[in-house]
């Protein structure tokens, strides 16, 4: 088989096919969290989508250095950390490790690497010092700033012209800067966190922390960058603006942005009181919450709310059960297989090649377990849970059985059911219950 995978560009506004840089290998940087809060599952949505395109892009073969970076120098930490009374690199800290175990609990691997801005001031005052020489950038008395003007194809990422992005900045009050779109790569403050550096004491702009990451952890253009939409202007136009002018290329080769997340067709916010935490939810939900995430196609806005979250649960309870017990009937019969449904496999690939098309992933599995509640055939019921096993892994979506231990439960069940000991059945049920099993 011989597959293609097609991939919708920000950049173009079109799909193109997936050619990486390097032949067999993909590098991919997506823009991680500020570690001031935890995280909500507007933020859930990224940490889930992109570890599914690494996922599939290593079904398809390659091999893939997944970067995410972890913003722990920033306003937002240095005001949450006075409220709280904690110093920054304990607030920072704090959320970066809640940061850690909310990805995993949601069924994510860790990226291969996440840096942390504050590993990399050095560097970033270097290349700020650079784009200075260069002439893309000048300094006033609040810090520095990039000189956008410089910049020919400043505006192509989010397809803004140069009049629409004059509005779409806010007003600053920096009476120095040259331009409205210049944006703030240094700022000069005492205030936090700060560092020594030749424009005084400060810290870098948030658009400069991950141009320079990715000009550190990377050996030039990247294959994908990505992020949620909102990121699109200004951060990674931003972002490319200082590749451009200092690396010579735009970054990245794709630019893929996932849609947002509503909750009850609103925006999140704390002054809505509308926002849903990742680790509100118990184990099950999030299982669910990333069904859920994969049920929508990754551009398409979702609509959350806790009647949808139910229906995903009772879809991945059902799901989850239904594999369970069965992969305890075939071990009692001594069943297994090692063949997988290929004509099933290749409309999964077909689908996730194109433009990552979980939707329909999600569609075959609830037919999967349709046939599979149908099936009276062993064979065909052992070669159906081996599919699940293949498939499973690659959208991470986890049922967690223990059957090897659980087989001696299972048995002493059937026993006590075949012998009439209904009290001792009862026992051994309520034993698999509790483990999910029915
Ligand atoms: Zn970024």
């Not at 992109?50 to 091999?63: H, P, Q, S, T």
């Not at 700033?145 to 140069?162: A, E, I, P, T």
């Not at 002054?271 to 939810?281: E, H, P, Q, R, T």
Request: glycine residues 6%.
């Amino acid at each position: 088989m011989n597959y293609q995978l097609k991939v919708y560009n920000t950049l173009t506004k079109s799909i193109e096919t997936f050619v990486p840089i390097k032949d067999g290998h993909v590098s991919m940087y997506v823009c991680g969290p500020t570690v001031y809060n935890d995280i909500h599952i507007g933020n859930g949505r990224p940490v889930i989508f992109f570890d599914v395109v690494k996922r599939f892009l290593m079904e398809l073969g390659y091999d893939v250095t997944y970067v995410s970076n972890i913003t722990d120098v920033d306003d937002k930490i240095i005001e949450k950390a006075k409220q709280v009374g904690m110093s920054e690199s304990q607030l920072s800290t704090k959320y970066y490790d809640a940061f850690q175990t909310m990805v995993k609990a949601l069924g994510s691997e860790l990226p291969d690497i996440m840096p942390k801005a504050t590993e990399y001031v050095q560097q970033m005052i270097t290349y700020i010092d650079v784009l200075i020489k260069k002439g893309y950038a000048y300094e006033t008395p609040l810090g520095v700033y990039f000189r956008v003007q410089k910049v020919d194809s400043y505006g192509s990422l989010s397809h803004q012209n140069r009049e629409a992005l004059e509005h779409a900045v806010r007003i600053e009050l920096d009476p120095d800067k040259e331009h409205p779109n210049d944006f703030s790569i240094w700022k000069n403050t005492t205030e936090g966190l700060h560092y020594e550096s030749p424009w005084g004491k400060g810290r870098p702009g948030w658009h400069t922390e991950c141009a320079v990451m990715n000009h550190e952890l990377f050996d030039g253009m990247i294959d994908i960058h990505g992020g949620g939409s909102d990121l699109m202007f200004p951060h990674h136009e931003n972002e490319r603006a200082q590749a451009l002018a200092l690396d010579h290329h735009g970054l990245a080769k794709y630019w893929i942005h996932n849609a947002r997340l509503d909750v009850d067709q609103q925006k999140m916010s704390k002054s809505l009181g509308n926002v849903v935490f990742v680790k509100d939810l118990d184990d099950i939900e999030k299982q669910a919450f990333r069904l859920l995430i994969l049920a929508h196609h990754y551009r398409q806005p979702i609509q959350y709310s806790d009647k949808l979250l139910e229906q995903y649960m009772k879809h991945y309870v059902a799901l989850s059960k239904k594999i369970g017990i069965t992969l305890l009937e075939l071990k009692a019969l001594g069943t297994s297989s090692n063949q997988i449904d290929t004509l099933f496999m290749e409309e999964i690939i077909a689908a996730m090649c194109d433009d990552f098309h979980t939707p329909t992933v999600v569609t075959k599995i609830f037919e999967l377990q349709k046939s599979l509640n149908k099936s009276k055939d062993l064979n065909e019921q052992a070669m159906i849970i081996n599919t699940f096993m293949w498939l499973l892994p690659i959208i991470g979506v986890q049922v967690n059985f223990n059957v090897d231990d659980d087989i001696n439960i299972y048995l002493a069940w059937q026993k006590a059911r075949t012998n009439k000991d209904f009290n001792l059945a009862d026992m051994y049920r309520q034993q698999l219950m509790e483990k999910g099993y029915i």
